[in-house]
């Protein structure tokens, strides 16, 4: 059974500051993994994908994996009011392009003006 | 930009009918999927389709769930015989390609499924 854990929050971060996400998933064949956005209500929206091991910066966002430890991050620079919604992270297997994702809960992320 | 767009944006239905929910993925994608999203909880996986056929699908996705591509264009989803325990939020989502890795998944904006 694929698992994929998040801490719920909320996690609360002065507008400005870094907003630090984290994520540990369980299957080890795991090859794909992406960070959505999601707000009250509405559908995931793609922040980042990330396939190998190290950083990959994309604006104020820097997705991290660790495939040793299991571990996916999601930094968010310069917090901005609009950035406060639940951050999904959701993980791939080996099969390709028709496999389904596994998403954790989210973690819920309140930015403090 | 290409959007994946659903319709109904809200059904309700009573328990034990029938009800297609339908999606329009991004043109050029070639491969489907449902997920279900019940509220306060997690997005789970239902099933993905590409080719015509099913390609993977979850426990969730038992008899009373089926899918169809009826035209080059639809993607449904139909629950035969709905249970006050479908009520969720039901996305459809598509994506490109299939290489070596899973290629992103792009989400419609989802139906909410209320069954009284």
């Known amino acids: 059974q694929k698992e994929v854990e998040q801490n719920s929050g909320p996690l609360s971060v002065p507008e400005g500051a870094i907003a630090s996400l984290n994520c540990t998933y369980s299957?080890?064949?795991?090859?794909?993994f992406f960070w959505y956005r999601q707000y009250s209500g509405k559908s995931p929206e793609l922040i980042m994908s990330?396939?190998?091991?190290g950083d990959k910066e994309d604006g104020r966002f820097t997705a991290q994996l660790n495939k040793a430890s299991q571990y996916v991050s999601l930094l968010i620079r310069d917090s901005q009011p609009s950035d406060s919604a639940t951050y999904l992270c959701a993980v791939n297997g080996a099969g390709g392009g028709a496999d389904g994702l596994t998403f954790g809960k989210g973690t819920h992320l309140i930015i403090q003006p | 930009e290409p959007e994946v767009t659903q319709t109904p944006s809200h059904q309700v239905t009573q328990m034990g009918q029938e009800v297609i929910l339908r999606c329009v993925p991004i043109?050029?994608?070639?491969?489907f999927y449902w997920y279900r999203q019940i509220l306060g909880q997690k997005v789970e996986f239902l099933v993905s389709f590409y080719n015509n056929e099913i390609s993977e699908k979850s426990e969730i996705f038992d008899d009373q769930f089926s899918v169809e591509r009826p035209d080059g264009s639809n993607f449904t989803l139909k629950i035969r015989s709905t249970k006050l325990e479908d009520s969720a939020m039901y996305f459809c989502?598509?994506?490109?390609?299939?290489?070596?890795?899973?290629?992103?998944?792009?989400f419609g904006p989802g139906t909410r499924l209320t069954v009284l």
């Open positions: 990330i396939y190998s091991n």
């Open positions: 299957d080890r064949g795991s090859q794909s």
């Open positions: 989502a598509s994506s490109p390609r299939r290489g070596t890795y899973t290629d992103t998944q792009y």
């Open positions: 043109s050029n994608h070639l491969y």
